[in-house]
């Protein structure tokens, strides 16, 4: 049966930080304006979506995902105007946009908020979930767990406590308050009316709090957000909606309802698992996820990455694995955050470009979406002597110029990674570009490969037997074109592939190496290939 396919299906999707990529006015921060002059660059990676991280009016105590107004832009990333020029510039080069947007929660600095806690009589004072005592609702998990003690935050103006699932400057928002919901759906207009093509809603699980429960993932969140569905359908239609919910994929599910709510949910618990693959040289995390995942409802899809703006998380991984992962990948404390790790992709395979391609291809192989994070076009380094995520979100690397040709100002939001082998002097666009055999030079080739293959885009995966743990082989086929096999090498030393019964066609290998029929195909150390009869 041919199910229902959307725009988003086939996409690869490019998610960029506004403050990070390219400053116009030298102020230090990335701006809208600067952006659109790097919209070519972004074009150029073969990607078809950019997810716009929050560039509401905030106080940037979580970069953004603490909103102090939901339908502006933040003096420092441009106008409104800003905004709708980039947008434009977008749709002009066949690029779409989708944008975050946190409905879980707001900032302190909220009027909202501002309203509520000074006065208790305020209609504003239900916009969110307050308690005399910190004692309510005593099951759920702290999620930013090295840095707050509790959900619940004594607010000496309004004299009780208020609840929040992240930091105690994003007090969460009531959904058991009509109004919440009324502003909620606004807002979404607004952004829809000014033409965007979708939202990537952040923190979807902990709408609602509910005692004796972990208060997430409730049946009355999923109420609201087939609600915020229902919108899009009726009014917007061929818009995205996207969750982000990390949850393992059997209770991801509800969140793709009978195909009435999200279009597409991160699939979160895959990703620790690749990384955790190519570091043991053994297939069988893989393999064991994706049997794990179940099919979802025709026209949904999952999302994939590797890498983006925050840790990389080990929530769904066993504490044994977690605590695995973090000797491997985070040998430093300073590596290591939450339940998670705080460095880049390239730091993470130590430099090393055999990694970097086999865990790209990989990634690129799989079923779902996938979504890159700036900079990691370039294999750009990491600050772990940053705080919190910051050391994942340091200037994008334009050319060895002043700030990596990022901002002429004194001083960047963050500074600029000048430490070998990361260092913007030698590390940069500029430099990559003149390089056939460089990391962006690589990025736009396996992006124009996989997008070539329907296959690979969209086509079904069977497992391909192989009697060896490091080698992992599937098959990706699809009525619209040639099945693609697709073989890997995850270990550290060659080894001998499959044998294909007809001559097969390396599509990864640059200069088109064909391998005969009746012979094991030889896989170096680490590595790719993409077969075609
Ligand atoms: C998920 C976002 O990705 C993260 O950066 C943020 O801190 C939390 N949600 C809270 O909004």
């Known amino acids: 049966m041919t199910e229902p ?32 002059t790097k919209l070519d660059h972004i074009k150029s990676l073969g990607v078809d979506c950019i997810w716009v991280q929050p560039m509401y009016p905030s106080p940037l105590r979580d970069d953004g995902y603490d909103i ?7 003096p420092d990333f441009g106008t409104l105007d800003d905004f709708k ?3 434009d510039a977008a749709h002009a080069r066949g690029l779409r946009v989708v944008i975050d947007v946190v409905m879980n929660h707001c900032s302190i600095d909220h009027p909202w908020f501002q309203a509520a806690r000074a006065d208790r009589n305020s209609p504003y004072r239900d916009y969110f979930v307050w308690s005399d005592t910190p004692d309510k609702y005593s099951e759920s998990r702290i999620i930013f ?29 009531n959904y058991d308050c009509p109004a919440v919901h009324d502003e909620m759906l606004r807002v979404l207009r607004f952004w829809l009316d000014l033409g965007i093509d979708g ?41 995205v909606l996207i969750a982000e919910a990390n949850q393992w994929p059997e209770d991801l599910l509800p969140y793709f309802g009978d195909g009435d709510e999200f279009h597409v949910c991160f699939h979160f618990p ?9 570091k043991r040289g053994d297939k069988m995390p893989i393999i064991d996820i994706l049997s794990r995942t179940p099919p979802i409802p025709p026209g949904t899809q999952w999302m994939t990455f590797l890498r983006n703006h925050d840790e990389l998380t080990l929530e769904m991984v066993t504490p044994e694995e977690r605590q695995w992962m973090w000797e491997q990948y985070a040998p430093e404390p300073r590596m290591r955050l939450n339940l998670g790790i705080r460095r880049r992709l390239m730091p993470l395979l130590d430099n090393d470009r055999r990694r970097w391609l086999a865990l790209n291809a990989l990634f690129l192989s799989l079923p779902g979406t996938p979504i890159l994070y700036y900079g990691d076009e370039i294999g750009m380094g990491d600050d772990i002597w940053l705080p919190d995520r910051h050391g994942c979100r340091t200037p994008m690397q334009w050319s060895a110029d002043k700030n990596a040709g990022f901002s002429a100002a004194e001083r960047t939001y963050l500074p600029v990674i000048d430490e070998p082998p990361y260092d913007y002097r030698t590390l940069n666009v500029a430099v990559q570009e003149n390089d056939p055999d460089s990391i962006l030079a690589l990025t736009r080739f396996l992006l124009a490969t996989r997008q070539a293959q329907p296959a690979l885009r969209s086509g079904a995966l069977e497992w391909v037997e192989t009697d060896d743990a490091a080698v992992l082989a599937f098959q990706r086929t699809t009525e619209d074109g040639p099945p693609v096999l697709c073989l890997f090498n995850l270990s550290d030393s060659p080894r001998p592939g499959i044998t294909p ?3 097969v066609r390396d599509l990864l290998a640059r200069e088109g190496r064909v391998y005969p029929a009746g012979q094991p195909i030889p896989l170096a150390s680490f590595s790719a290939h993409w077969l075609v009869a």
């Not at 004594?154 to 928002?173: K, M, N, T």
């Not at 895959?270 to 190519?278: E, V």
């Open 5 to 36: 396919k959307a725009w988003f299906h086939d996409a690869v999707f490019f998610e960029l930080n506004i403050r990070a990529y390219r400053d116009s006015d030298g102020d230090g921060n990335g701006d809208f304006r600067g952006a659109i």
């Open 68 to 74: 102090a107004d939901y339908t502006g832009i933040h």
């Open 199 to 239: 939202f990537r809603a952040d923190a979807v699980p902990y709408l609602y709090e509910r005692e004796g429960t972990n208060c997430e993932n409730l049946p009355e969140t999923h109420v609201f957000l087939k609600k915020v569905r229902r919108l899009l359908d009726e009014e917007y239609p061929g818009r």
């Open 270 to 278: 895959i990703m620790p698992r690749l990384y955790m693959a190519l």
């Open 85 to 87: 020029a980039f947008l």
């Open 145 to 173: 767990l090295d840095v707050e003690p509790s959900n619940w935050t004594y607010d000496e103006v309004a004299g009780q406590y208020f609840w929040h699932r992240f930091y105690s400057s994003q007090p969460d928002l």
């Open 501 to 503: 019964l007809t001559d």
